[in-house]
């Protein structure tokens, strides 16, 4: 059994409200749940019981049949509260019994110094100013409306405008490139185009005039352009309105009752793939799906109050921006920073947590290794009095990092959350009821029925690939310009027929944890035995000087198995990989891991592939290794990494032996 | 390639892949010692080795000389391909 990390703090857990909704669950279904375990057993067996009673314990703002609660027992085609309807925008808008009216709903903090609140009855106006405006311009239900934009509160204001209207909003983040945000939006049609001119990133000013003018032009769906801060670019192309966001919304604002109700899977996001494999996938997410699962993972799992402070290290870009956003419908004040963690220096995020009195961190593994390798000490630069959780997602967070931020920055439970893009939600999850087992995600998502695929079938515990056998409201309600959802069918179901496929490969313990182990597609196969790249990562990136590590599999037909490992290794910088630190790494694997993770090269490179969403990409790096072109190197945040992976002596492919060519 | 230049490589390669820096520890003076009976090599690794000293010191390792006798210690190794390399030279 893996060691606790943190045990369950007996009276937060007395008092979760995920004790009030297990105690709430057990007087409807006349049994108790006396742990977690049995409360998830009930919430998946009884799927239609569990989301029927969680909708009238979180008192939501809905009209409407909550029957039936789910129409259809499969996961791809089943539909959740055909008759109940709903307006997101109004369910986080308005005014909640117990939050002050007058109460942050925003704080934003810059890399400038700026800092700005903005309080609920603030927010509502404005929101609903804008939206009293796009109405006047035409925009109706279902209209798509896209939004260049940074992580400031505007961004905000604009996208619950628009959802109040029912709207499809879409964003994306300043340094997502033009080509890039044209592939997505030129997708979706949309008809206003809500844009930042200019930010500052890492001490740097940076208009971005001419990305939005080219994108005016390349998007002649847009009938309005509305500027949210920062210069209005000049030569646009005709027929566009152009406003400033001020002067878009000095109007009446809309009343928040007058509101109208839409269907529960009437489409409130799109979200996009990372577009390795061609054009991004457009993800379109629910408003009910969406606001359901978020204020379960918020109430329940997070144990969000209005008392609370977060703080999600997100962008415009990114689900996460989405996630935070709905905290707004529990009362939560959200902190929003705009600009570099890092700059001037690596404690400046960290400073405005302290001041800020965040309560809940989330955060990334990438953001932590930063931290470690600048030599910060958290505690040495704050108290985080309030702080009581910290959550991390994005990629692995490994072991060694549980123990660095129990030891330098504070032993809080650390939520090692996990799911995305796809299910705009987690399907791992912090839980006030259990403990934190270090390096593992404390628990899966309530009432998402997850198991893993392995031989021979499917396992409740065990290792193998990420399914979900149950239908949950937060699945996408389709992909866009995929009318026929063979798109949606390729890429979830295909795999594995009636069951949602998620693609990462994970170890579901017998004491409830999980443990990502990496994407099913970068797992490898070494004489035999199956390896995800992350057991290397969780080994490899505790050694000292090593700030970031991946491996891949490269064919090899001297090796009895076909095929050997590759691992690329970024050190601290200034340090070069000699042969002592090699063998350094490759004993530790060895007595860590086994003797098959020894990789059979290891590489030093200046950066690893990633994603435009951020994410490491293996299979960049693994079609590189093996002879392969990349599928699309415009998906890649950083293709120059390619070249270098292409140049390197060290990890061309393989050549038969001497007495192998010669026959 | 010298006799030094050949244990060197057989050194090297143990390190890359069993012994991460401790082969010549595990070696120890008696460079005559079996590798099979002290876990310096197994048979799978015996193969890989001799693949690895194929293509490092470029020479072909007839197949029938592949024995204990001739591979199952560093001194027997050294002995053998240099033997190899000199049957090559002239």
Same mark, same amino acid.
């Given at each position: ?239 566009v309105r152009v406003s400033r966001l001020e002067d878009f919304r000095a109007r009446q604002p809309l009343e928040l009752d007058a509101l109208e109700d839409f269907p529960f899977d009437h489409p409130l996001f799109v979200l996009f793939s990372s577009g390795t494999t061609g054009v991004p996938k457009c ?336 299979r960049a790096a693994r079609d590189i290794v093996n002879g392969r072109a990349p599928p699309n190197r415009a998906a890649l945040r950083n293709p120059e990494v390619l070249d270098e992976l292409l140049a390197h002596p060290a990890l061309q492919p393989p050549q038969p032996f001497m007495g192998d060519r010669?026959? | ?29 008696d460079e005559d010692k079996s590798f099979l009976r002290n876990g310096v090599l197994d048979s799978l690794g015996f193969v890989k080795l001799i693949l690895h000293l194929e293509d490092a010191c470029n020479v072909q390792i007839d197949r029938k000389d592949v024995s204990p006798a001739n591979f199952d210690? &560093?001194? =027997?190794?050294? #002995?053998?391909?240099?033997?190899? &390399?000199? =049957?090559?030279? #002239?």
């Open positions: 059994m893996t060691p606790i990390y943190l045990a369950p703090d007996a009276a937060v857990a007395q008092h979760s409200q995920m004790r009030a909704f297990a105690d709430c669950a057990a007087g409807v279904v006349g049994r108790a749940f006396p742990d977690y375990a049995s409360l998830n057993r009930w919430a998946c067996d009884d799927f239609r019981a569990f989301w029927r009673t969680f909708v009238d314990w979180s008192r939501l703002d809905i009209s409407g049949n909550l029957d039936p609660v789910c129409v259809g027992d499969a996961v791809e085609t089943a539909r959740f509260f055909p008759g109940l309807r709903l307006n997101y925008a109004r369910n986080l808008l308005r005014p909640l019994s117990g939050v002050d009216e007058r109460g942050p709903a925003l704080i934003l903090r810059t890399e400038s110094g700026e800092r700005r609140e903005i309080d609920r009855a603030a927010l509502r106006s404005r929101a609903l100013a804008v939206a009293a405006a796009l109405q006047e311009q035409g925009v109706r239900a279902g209209d798509r409306v896209a939004a260049l934009a940074r992580n400031a509160p505007e961004a905000l204001e604009v996208c619950l405008g628009s959802a109040a209207l029912g709207a499809t909003w879409s964003s994306v983040a300043p340094d997502l490139g033009t080509e890039a945000v044209l592939g997505r939006f030129q997708q979706l049609e949309p008809v206003v185009l809500f844009a930042h001119t200019e930010y500052v990133h890492h001490g740097v000013r940076r208009s971005l005039e001419d990305r939005v003018r080219t994108l005016v032009a390349e998007l002649p769906s847009v009938r309005q352009l509305v500027v949210l801060d920062g210069p209005v670019p000049a030569g646009l192309r005709d027929g993800i379109v997410h629910g408003a009910g799906g969406t606001l359901l699962e978020h204020v379960k993972e918020h109430r329940l799992h997070t144990d969000l109050r209005p008392t609370d402070r977060l703080y999600f290290h997100t962008s415009a870009g990114w689900m996460m921006w989405n996630w935070q956003l709905t905290a707004l419908a529990t009362g939560t004040p959200v902190l929003l920073y705009d600009g570099s963690p890092s700059f001037p220096d690596a404690t400046v995020l960290l400073r405005v947590l302290d001041e800020e009195r965040i309560s809940v961190f989330g955060t990334s593994p990438a953001y932590i290794q930063l931290l470690k390798e600048s030599g910060v000490e958290p505690r040495a630069v704050g108290r985080f009095e309030a702080l009581r959780a910290l959550q991390s997602t994005g990629s692995i967070l490994y072991d060694a990092q549980f123990d660095w931020i129990g030891e330098h920055f504070k032993r809080v439970p650390i939520h090692s959350i996990s799911g995305g893009t796809d299910i705009i939600g987690c399907f791992m999850l912090g839980n006030p009821l259990m403990p934190v087992y270090r390096g593992e995600s404390q628990s899966l998502s309530l009432g998402l029925d997850v198991r893993v695929l392995a031989e021979p079938g499917l396992q409740r515990t065990g290792v193998g690939d990420l399914v979900c056998v149950n239908p949950f409201p937060s699945r996408p309600v389709f992909i866009w310009n995929d009318p026929q959802g063979a798109r949606f069918h390729a890429s979830y179901f295909a795999e594995n027929e009636g069951l949602w496929t998620h693609g990462d490969r994970v170890h579901l313990t017998e004491w409830g944890s999980a443990r990502v182990l990496g994407r099913s597609d970068g797992t490898m196969k070494i004489r035999g035995v199956r390896i995800g790249p992350a057991e290397l990562y969780s080994v490899v990136l505790a050694i000292p000087g090593v700030s970031e590590a991946m491996a891949v599999e490269q064919a090899d037909p001297r090796e009895p198995g076909g095929s050997r490992i590759i691992l690329l290794v970024v050190l601290a910088a200034g340090q070069t990989l000699d042969r002592e630190q090699t063998l350094r790494i490759k004993k530790a694997l060895s007595q860590k891991a086994s003797p098959v993770h020894v990789p059979a090269v290891i590489a030093q490179v200046s950066g690893l592939p990633q994603t435009l969403n951020g994410k490491y990409s293996e010669a026959k | 390639m010298q006799p030094s230049d050949i244990r060197r490589l057989v050194i090297d390669w143990l390190d890359d892949n069993y012994h991460f820096g401790e082969a010549e520890a595990l070696i120890g003076d210690s &560093l001194l =027997k190794v050294v #002995t053998y391909v240099s033997a190899q &390399l000199t =049957k090559a030279r #002239t």
